[in-house]
């Protein structure tokens, strides 16, 4: 009887032994797992930004402006981005009369490809969008749709599954009468994965 028992146990040794992996195995696999969450970046992430607009189109004064931008990584290197932009500035109106500006809405949407480097926590980045602008002025005004062109720089800042991320973007907008206007727009927002 004991036999019989000595030589269940020792089948069922060899049977379930190498079936379950050593303790050393478990910590490594936890290990490189961990150090992978902390080393990447969210590979997608939808960020939040406000800040300003410097509209070149007669006036002198920074615009309140917001955006939102969605992400994903094409490479390590690569990501692409969809984003829209609003901003409300107060631009002259010569038909109205000397000194008169009107309340205009800026908005754009664009999509575009930046390269980035892949480091650790710091990552800067450069990039090219091309996109449409709309202004809508109130009292009548201008109100047109027009292709647009930006060339964005900046860092993204990793803070866990979350990141901080510092733009300057420069915008070409085309307008009416077809003159590409410079603007630049300056932001500070946070990024979530989705």
Not at 13 to 34: E, N
Request: net charge neutral; glycine share 8%; aromatic share 8%.
């Amino acid at each position: 009887m004991n036999k019989r028992c000595l030589l269940i146990t020792a089948v069922a040794a060899l049977v379930l032994i190498p079936a379950v992996p050593d303790s050393a195995d478990a910590q490594r696999t936890r290990v490189r797992i961990t150090s992978r969450t902390i080393d990447r970046f969210p590979d997608r992430d939808i960020t939040l930004a406000v800040g300003a607009l410097d509209y070149d189109r007669g006036t002198d004064d920074l615009a309140p402006m917001a955006s939102l931008r969605a992400e994903w990584g094409l490479r390590r290197w690569v990501r692409s981005e969809l984003a829209f932009t609003y901003a409300l500035a107060d631009v002259p109106r010569p038909d109205l009369g000397v000194d008169e500006t009107s309340r205009s809405q800026l908005a754009g949407a664009s999509l575009g490809l930046k390269a980035e480097l892949p480091a650790r926590y710091v990552r800067p980045y450069v990039g090219v969008a091309a996109g449409l602008f709309g202004r809508f002025d109130g009292d009548d005004g201008e109100e047109f749709v027009r292709p647009s062109l930006s060339v964005p720089a900046g860092i993204r800042i990793g803070l866990g599954s979350a990141s901080l991320r510092l733009e300057a973007r420069w915008r070409f907008d085309e307008h009416k009468d077809g003159i590409s206007v410079p603007s630049r727009e300056f932001t500070a927002g946070l990024g979530f994965r989705y």
